[in-house]
């Protein structure tokens, strides 16, 4: 049984009852107690000041050109902002629920959508059953933004995002793909290791790895030099 998020950026949102039920079950709960490094703290401040830096200035203009030609539009997009900032700089969790990430996602892209119109289109595809699953806070968002900066900004045309999550036998696995030019799989490895650019992802590998052990994170995929699929894989079983 599957959630599917339609194309969300179209918000034509299909939900069943009993998963939007679950998933405001989900949106409530807390993970189990840790206690984290110092270094694991750092690193979330790290991406959070990346991220405000990064996209809070394109939205504000982007909210800006929009105030005297559609103030209500303005207005909504406002209150999208501030739920984002709000999770993304002020909320000093380390761990949240898969329902609360996915949350915070829909703001993320409901403020692309102004950026980029009806060039962007994301399906989501989450099993909800998997909903109150933990992983740590930030880890899902910024392989979207990569996905949208990789796969639309580079493009005159429509850019596609896919992002699935799924059990397997052992796993939580994450999968986000995009359509655009794809990356080289030695450029793929730079990124995870911070040795070029990409949004966030040495940072997102780093927590992932401290917090799971070496067997999980995040991959590249190959897709034979058309787009880039990046994995994400947590342990199932670990339960909020």
Excluded: W
């Amino acid at each position: 049984m599957h959630l599917l998020v339609g194309v969300v950026l179209g918000l034509a949102i299909s939900v069943s009852f009993s998963a939007a039920r679950r998933l405001q079950k989900s949106a409530g709960a807390s993970v189990p107690p840790t206690d984290p490094p110092a270094l694991g703290e750092a690193r979330v401040e790290a991406l959070r000041a990346r991220i405000s830096s990064h996209f809070v200035y394109n939205a504000l203009t982007a909210v800006a050109s929009d105030i005297r030609s559609d103030p209500e539009e303005a207005r909504e997009l406002l209150a999208e902002l501030a739920a984002f900032t709000r999770y993304a700089v002020y909320d000093e969790r380390l761990y949240v629920t898969l329902a609360e990430e996915l949350e915070y996602l829909a703001h993320y892209l409901h403020l692309e959508r102004l950026r980029f119109g009806e060039r962007l289109e994301v399906q989501l595809e989450v099993d909800p059953d998997l909903l109150d699953t933990p992983l740590p806070v930030l880890s899902l968002q910024p392989l979207v933004e990569n996905a949208v900066h990789h796969g639309v900004e580079g493009t005159s045309g429509i850019g596609h995002v896919e992002v699935r999550v799924r059990a397997t036998s052992t796993d939580v696995e994450f999968r986000v793909h995009d359509d655009g030019a794809g990356i080289d799989l030695e450029r793929a490895r730079a990124a995870l290791d911070g040795e070029c650019d990409g949004i966030g992802l040495a940072n997102v590998q780093a927590r992932l790895r401290s917090t799971f052990g070496e067997g999980y994170g995040l991959s590249f995929e190959p897709t034979g030099g058309s787009g880039t699929t990046v994995v994400m894989k947590i342990p199932s079983g670990v339960k909020a």
